[in-house]
């Protein structure tokens, strides 16, 4: 069994950056990809971004893309989503996801954290 565990949350002006770290236990994660997602209350968990097990490749929501950059180390058996130029519409909880499964933008990844919360103040 993996447990993820997400960190680095809080409360940020706009314009603003946060890094968020996902931390794996249980098992190594190296080869499984990983993916971060965002939920605010009363809507559906939106997609953000997405690493491979290797990290070469990437793909980001069409709101996030040129601001937030998505990255791990399979040594340290982590992941990290770096966040630039918040706005408060990106204000949620954001999710860190993993599973052997390829789904990439589908919510439908076998482990999950627990959640953080950011938001942005305007």
């Known amino acids: 069994q993996v447990q993820l565990v997400e960190s680095g949350g809080g409360l940020v002006q706009a314009g603003g950056s946060l890094r968020l770290s996902c931390a794996a236990s249980?098992?190594?994660?190296?080869?499984?990809?990983m993916a971060w997602f965002r939920q605010v209350s009363g809507k559906d968990r939106e997609f953000v971004a997405f690493i491979s097990g290797s990290g070469s490749n990437t793909d980001y929501g069409d709101s996030v893309k040129g601001r937030f950059t998505i990255s791990r180390d399979n040594a340290r058996n982590t992941g990290s989503l770096q966040m630039n130029s918040l706005k408060p519409e990106d204000t949620a909880v954001y999710y860190c996801?993993?599973?052997?499964?390829?789904?990439?933008?589908?919510?439908?990844?076998?482990?999950w954290g627990q959640g953080t919360q950011v938001t942005v103040s305007s």
């Open positions: 249980g098992r190594t994660i190296s080869s499984y990809p």
């Open positions: 996801s993993a599973g052997p499964r390829s789904v990439v933008r589908n919510p439908s990844y076998a482990y």
